[in-house]
């Protein structure tokens, strides 16, 4: 008799348990593990959105005055993406817009202002990531389109394929009828004197590799978002690295090592070495360490920039389902900034 009650009773206990789950207003009655909320912690606020500008920001390397032309530009990329998500927009709308309004601003290394390769001219790469059925559309080598972002979404919607390159990616953008430059459009003065002090370094042996000081690629951009449905994304675009070979392909455009999205965990941008981006899978092995190893967001992201990747190689920003976020670095700074639904309106470059 004992037993025949006490099955109903457990079940009645674990029924008022996830009710009170849910009425608490938390999502995370199936988290991951690690990733539960105290009773006591504030809300999820109901959108998030987190961008960053490039690790590898030095000091030296920032010209007199320049800081606050920085912080202003990130700011207006976090309204941007902010009034893209209060309005109830999605995730990868806003990701989207916040990278398309850097690409345009000449400081960052993405679309005008992106760096030179050896042979003094730009290739862009850039990627896009749904977190709803990790759809994605990425891009590398191009050297015409205005927006590598918003080719890369088309990719993602437009075709079966993931990612397009060099002729095959322009080809479609005539297709797409996108906005188109002259490369030479792309140029900045401050990034051929970067060009030319590198190639300068590689002669007197300085530089073994082709491409040397995390100052070399500073300027990157990308973006994660949560939207108020719970649906994550990410979107990053680069110029790549200073001085890099014709065809080099860094992590930005390649998912899983420089763009990630799954609304089952966390949506990741990276910045900083490709290469070391690329050998660690950096992006989706924060979100692997969450699934399966049952890391909190924080953990996971802090583990991957300090302890797999090597403390210069670069650094991440990202945005778990629980509206937790991550931001770990160890270069010299990081521009970056994040926004969201709770009032929170920050942007930094340094630690
Ligand atoms: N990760 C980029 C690349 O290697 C550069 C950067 O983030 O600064 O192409």
Redesign the pocket.
């Known amino acids: 008799m004992r037993e025949l009650l006490a099955a109903p009773l457990l079940l009645l206990a674990l029924v008022a348990c996830r009710s009170a789950a849910a009425e608490s207003g938390s999502r995370d009655a199936s988290a991951p593990p690690g990733s539960a909320r105290a009773i006591s912690d504030p809300p999820r606020p109901e959108w998030v959105l987190v961008i960053h500008g ?3 920001a030095e000091r030296k390397q920032i010209e007199p005055g320049t800081e606050p032309q920085y912080l202003d530009s990130l700011r207006q990329a976090l309204r941007k993406g902010s009034a893209v998500l209060a309005a109830g927009g999605t995730s990868l709308d806003a990701v989207e817009a916040v990278v398309t309004f850097l690409e345009d601003d000449p400081l960052f ?1 993405a679309g005008r202002g992106a760096v030179f390769t050896h042979t003094g001219t730009h290739e862009l ?1 850039a990627a896009i990531m749904d977190g709803r059925q990790r759809a994605a559309g990425a891009v590398a080598a191009l050297r015409t389109v205005r927006h590598p972002v918003h080719l890369a979404r088309l990719v993602m919607e437009k075709t079966p394929h993931v990612l397009l390159v060099w002729e095959g990616a322009e080809d479609f953008a005539t297709t797409m009828k996108v906005e188109r430059v002259d490369n030479s459009w792309f140029d900045t003065p401050r990034r051929r004197r970067q060009l030319e002090e590198e190639i300068e370094k590689q002669r007197r042996g300085e530089s073994g590799a082709v491409t040397s000081s995390p100052s070399a ?4 951009v990308g973006a994660v978002a949560l939207d108020r449905a719970g649906h994550l994304a990410a979107a990053t675009s ?1 110029g ?2 200073t001085n890099k070979l014709p065809g080099r392909v ?3 455009p390649l998912i899983g090592s ?1 763009t990630w999205a799954d609304d089952a965990t966390c949506a990741v941008s ?5 290469e070391k ?1 690329i050998r660690a899978a950096a992006a989706a092995r924060v979100s692997m360490m969450m699934a399966y190893g049952g890391r909190t967001l924080p953990a996971a992201a802090e583990e991957v920039i300090s302890q797999v990747l090597r403390a210069d190689d ?1 650094g991440l920003i990202a945005v778990g389902r629980d509206g937790s976020v991550a931001m770990p670095f160890y270069t010299e700074g990081m521009f970056r900034g994040v926004a969201d639904a709770n009032g929170r309106f920050e942007v930094a470059v340094w630690h």
């Open positions: 490039g690790a590898g290394n790469d690629a500073m300027g990157t680069t790549g690295t860094g992590d930005t420089g990276g910045t900083g070495k490709g981006f670069g």
